[in-house]
T-cell receptor, first 110, second 113 residues
Framework: QKEVEQNSGPLSVPEGAIASLNCTYS??????FFWYRQYSGKSPELIMS????GDKEDGRFTAQLNKASQYVSLLIRDSQPSDSATYLC??????????FGAGTRLFVKA | NAGVTQTPKFRILKIGQSMTLQCTQD?????MYWYRQDPGMGLKLIYY???????DKGEVPNGYNVSRSTTEDFPLRLELAAPSQTSVYFC????????????FGQGTRLTVV
């Protein structure tokens, strides 16, 4: 069974701090990695994608991928209350399927 | 752009009833997916399709059926609804290459009583 594991949280950080979200996956041949943000009662929306080892930065968001350790993370700098949401890690296993983790709930306190 | 549209947004079914969740996309995407999301859980793949006339089972297909007669539409059929099918259902699509994001509909919240 291919799995994607995340700490369910909640992760609570003060406004302006760095939030660090982590994800591990079991399928070594995974090729694509995504972070989705999901507000309560809403559908997931893509915030970052990463395909090769290293860091990828987009504004306040940085995705980090380490395929040897089967580990992907998301850093949110200068966290804002509007970042409070559930963050879903998703892994493309090749072919047409994407496996989602259960998500980490993030609370940013003003 | 409408993107991915799901109907209805909410529905209450009685045990044993049947219904069809509608999903349509206007982006000419080849790949379409149905997921369910239970409270506090991630998305579980029910069925997917890589093009008109082609469908396949995901992780949790039991109790569901799908069809894909056109590129745009990918309805999900629930036969003999059970309380275990109470969930939020999301339809998604992507252009058809493995490493691209999925675009999600707004979801259907289904309760079976």
């Amino acid at each position: 069974q291919k799995e994607v594991e995340q700490n369910s949280g909640p992760l609570s950080v003060p406004e302006g701090a760095i939030a660090s979200l982590n994800c591990t996956y079991s399928d070594r041949v995974s090729q694509s990695f995504f972070w989705y943000r999901q507000y309560s009662g809403k559908s997931p929306e893509l915030i970052m994608s990463i395909y090769s080892n290293g860091d990828k930065e987009d504004g306040r968001f940085t995705a980090q991928l380490n395929k040897a350790s089967q580990y992907v993370s998301l850093l949110i700098r200068d966290s804002q209350p509007s970042d409070s949401a559930t963050y879903l890690c998703a892994v493309g296993t090749g072919g047409f399927k994407t496996i989602f983790g259960a998500g980490t709930r993030l609370f940013v306190k003003a | 752009n409408a993107g991915v549209t799901q109907t209805p947004k909410f529905r209450i079914l009685k045990i044993g009833q049947s219904m069809t969740l509608q999903c349509t996309q206007d982006m000419n995407h080849n790949y379409m997916y149905w997921y369910r999301q239970d409270p506090g859980m991630g998305l579980k793949l029910i069925y997917y399709s890589v093009g008109a006339g082609i469908t396949d089972k995901g992780e949790v297909p039991n109790g569901y059926n799908v069809s894909r007669s056109t590129t745009e539409d990918f309805p999900l059929r629930l036969e003999l609804a059970a309380p275990s099918q109470t969930s939020v259902y999301f339809c998604a699509s992507n252009p058809g290459t493995a490493n691209t994001e999925a675009f999600f509909g707004q979801g259907t919240r289904l309760t079976v009583v």
